[in-house]
């Protein structure tokens, strides 16, 4: 029942993406998330849109799975747009309806930040989807470092990353056996008035929290037995490795860039 | 009850690159009063046929028909929960489930999201607590406050409380002591005989299978890889070896006896009273001889 939910999840196919270091992909997605707020008209997020697809395109993930796991966001962007319609009041009257006026700015606002929006949620799902939990951890803690110095918890902050993202699929799946358990004795997910369903879902949060308690507490332990002490002197079983591809993909996502500065109004 | 699977086919995450096909082409049928053990490896399909059961899950080709409802692929099917209110299903490690405050509250909640009033299903509660061996005290308690043993009991009670025509369960005794098992499967068996229900057993234990089925399923690789009497199923143990699963120990005494002592048995026994006496009349036949 939930199992078509791609955020978080890691598809393990061979591709360019998932080759590059993760330092270099945490560092795009960085610079992307910067970047997007240059576009401001058709040229330029058709340029962003470009790359965006280039990059998926890279990734070897299916196009139509990342479509189908990003559904709920869909809604989420058809809310914003509609937003945008109802409340932006400039330029040119498209249409009159009613008391309902669809003004020419409020049209191409509602498009351009919902394409913001969308390859935003993109470009970060790709990292997710090509980069394993561990991997991203490692990039994080590696250029979050220099920090270290002014008595920032780098490696706490990593490693509790990596857990919670780690338990994500985990958490996936216990909430689908729990849903079906509860639907099975006679619970409806899917139907119901609201009061029905904000009452439904008492009988699986509940057994999720406490699941997730006992999970915590005993990967706590086994973290213990295993003599974890924190990130004091810890040396890497994995080293992490620049490589030709890291530094041509940092230029193209420069250039991607500089020709935004060049065509944004 | 009878249930009847016709050529189910069923792919878990269609169109995504972790689909996967769990069943093709799985036929079986379960007239109403039969218990059903459904053996196989792990992986091989049988808590996705379990599912089907009770329309969790839809097959993605075929159909599943439930009493007088069928049951496909189609986008919308009303009336699900009619089938899920006759066919109780104890999941794997059902004590996953249980979420409120009370024992009784708990196993009431299955009979009431059925309709079933709440001096009706603490009634039920009651009776079900003792049916599965454990004290009307409890009933006042938290769940989260009992040992593991006792959490899966008032888990099973939940939906015996129910009592639905058919009884569909996951392994209900992984990872109990030897005598809780073999408590809760003979409860399980007075149950079936006494209400006259279906019941559908998956199990990695072949004792259990041949002590308890009238009809075997050996499931392998999403498909059905024979089905019949215990004694057919475990006739042959080569088969059954070569997926990597094994014979009740009585019939592999049985099977060794036989090659030490150059005989033949008239039959393959698969309970220990049926060996007993196989061995008690061979050794008044050896006696006859001498
Ligand atoms: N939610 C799921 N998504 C993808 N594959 C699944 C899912 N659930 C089960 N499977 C796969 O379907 C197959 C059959 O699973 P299952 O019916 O649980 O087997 P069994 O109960 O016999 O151990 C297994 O290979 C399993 O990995
Ligand atoms: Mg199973």
Not at chain 1, 112 to 132: A, E, G, K, Q, V
């Amino acid at each position: 029942m939930m199992e078509k939910m791609i955020i978080g999840r890691y598809i393990p196919v061979e591709s360019p993406l998932h080759r590059m270091d993760p330092r270099a992909k945490l560092m795009i997605v960085f610079l992307f998330v910067c970047i997007v707020f240059l576009a401001n008209n058709a040229i330029t997020y058709g340029i962003l849109a470009v790359y965006t697809f280039l990059m998926v395109f890279a990734s070897k993930v299916p196009f139509r799975y990342i479509m189908g796991g990003l559904k709920i966001v869909f809604w989420l962007i058809l809310f914003t747009m509609i937003l945008h319609l109802f409340l932006t009041k400039e330029g040119d009257i498209l249409f009159q309806w009613g008391w309902f006026t669809v003004y020419e700015g409020g049209l191409r606002q509602g498009i351009f930040i919902s394409m913001r929006f969308f390859l935003l949620i993109l470009m970060t799902s790709l990292l997710t989807l090509t980069t394993t939990p561990i991997e991203i951890t490692d990039g994080l803690e590696e250029l979050l470092g220099p920090l270290k110095k002014f008595k920032f918890p780098v490696h706490e902050l990593a490693l509790m990353m990596s857990i919670s993202l780690r338990f994500i699929p985990t958490l996936m799946d216990e909430t689908d056996k729990i849903m079906k358990a509860q639907t099975a004795r006679g619970v409806d997910f899917s139907g119901g008035t609201i009061k029905e369903r904000i009452n439904s879902i008492i009988p699986l949060l509940i057994p999720l929290f406490i699941s997730s308690f006992k999970r915590a507490e005993e990967l706590a332990v086994a973290m213990e037995a295993r003599g974890y002490r924190g990130g004091e002197g810890r040396t890497k079983y994995r080293l992490l490795q620049w490589s030709l591809l890291d530094t041509g993909m940092l230029i193209l996502l420069a250039l991607v860039t500089l020709l935004l500065a060049v065509f944004r109004m | 009850m009878d249930i009847s699977l016709q050529q189910v086919e069923y792919r878990y995450q269609v169109n995504s690159p972790f689909e996967h096909l769990a069943l093709e082409d799985v036929s079986i049928d379960i007239p109403s009063g039969t218990y059903l053990a459904i053996i196989g490896h792990t992986g091989s399909g049988k808590s996705t046929i379990l599912q089907h059961l009770n329309a969790i899950l839809k097959p993605t080709k075929g159909k599943v028909i439930i009493g007088d409802q069928e049951v496909t692929n189609a986008k919308k099917q009303k009336n699900l929960k009619s089938i899920r209110k006759k066919v109780g299903i104890v999941f794997q490690f059902p004590e996953h489930q249980l979420f409120e405050e009370t024992v009784e509250k708990d196993i009431c909640f299955g009979p009431m999201n059925f309709g079933v009033s709440e001096s009706e299903a603490k009634r039920r509660a009651r009776e079900a607590i003792l049916q599965v061996g454990l004290s009307e005290e409890i009933l006042a308690k938290s769940p989260f406050d009992l040992s593991g043993g006792q959490m899966r009991r008032v888990a099973i009670a939940g939906v015996l409380a129910m009592e639905p025509d058919v009884i569909v369960l996951d392994e209900p005794t992984a990872g109990l002591d030897p005598r809780g098992r073999k408590e809760i499967m003979d409860m399980f068996y007075r149950l079936h005989k006494d209400r006259n229900l279906s019941t559908i057993l998956v199990t990695h234990s072949m004792e259990d299978a041949a002590l308890y089925a009238d009809q075997i399923v050996v499931m392998h690789q999403g498909k059905v890889f024979k089905k019949g009497s215990p004694r057919e199923i475990f006739q042959s143990p080569v088969g059954l070896m070569e997926l990597g699963l094994d014979v009740p120990e009585v019939v592999r005494f049985q099977n060794k006896l036989e090659d030490t002592f150059h005989v033949k048995f008239s039959k393959t026994c698969v309970t220990l009273e049926e060996l007993t006496e196989e061995i008690h009349r061979l050794f008044k036949k050896v006696g006859e001889l001498t």
